[in-house]
Nanobody, 120 residues
Framework: QVQLVESGGGLVQPGGSLRLSCSVS????????MGWYRQFPGKQRELVAA???????NYADTVKGGFTISRDNAKNTVYLQMNSLKRGDTEVYYC??????????????WGRGTQVSVSG
């Protein structure tokens, strides 16, 4: 079974920075893409940033220029560097992995989330 574990969340002042990490483990052939999502109350879960195994990037318009996603394929780990954090960024951030389980099948797996809080 594929498992995702997030870390790096915490409490920072406005303008501060956090670096989220997500490590993927389990039985899989490869990871096609990994990303970070957040879900505000009453809203659907939204994409923050994503990256494919080949390095293709996708950012939400609201975080372009402030957040940077990166990966370490050897460690099956994705990172989200969040700079210039605002109060509106406060939310639980979820890691998602699009994994290749076998040659003809892929699956989306989710972590349990890590809390990001911006206040002060």
């Amino acid at each position: 079974q594929v498992q995702l574990v997030e870390s790096g969340g915490g409490l920072v002042q406005p303008g501060g920075s956090l670096r989220l990490s997500c490590s993927v483990s389990g039985s899989m052939l490869s990871i096609y893409a990994m990303g970070w999502y957040r879900q505000f109350p009453g809203k659907q879960r939204e994409l923050v940033a994503a990256i494919t195994s080949g390095g293709r990037l996708n950012y939400a318009d609201t975080v372009k220029g402030g957040f940077t996603i990166s990966r370490d394929n050897a460690k099956n780990t994705v990172y989200l560097q969040m700079n210039s954090l605002k109060r509106g960024d406060t939310e639980v951030y979820y890691c998602e992995a699009d994994v290749v389980l076998r040659l003809v099948d892929r699956a989306d797996d989710w972590g349990r989330g890590t809390q990001v809080s911006v206040s002060g």
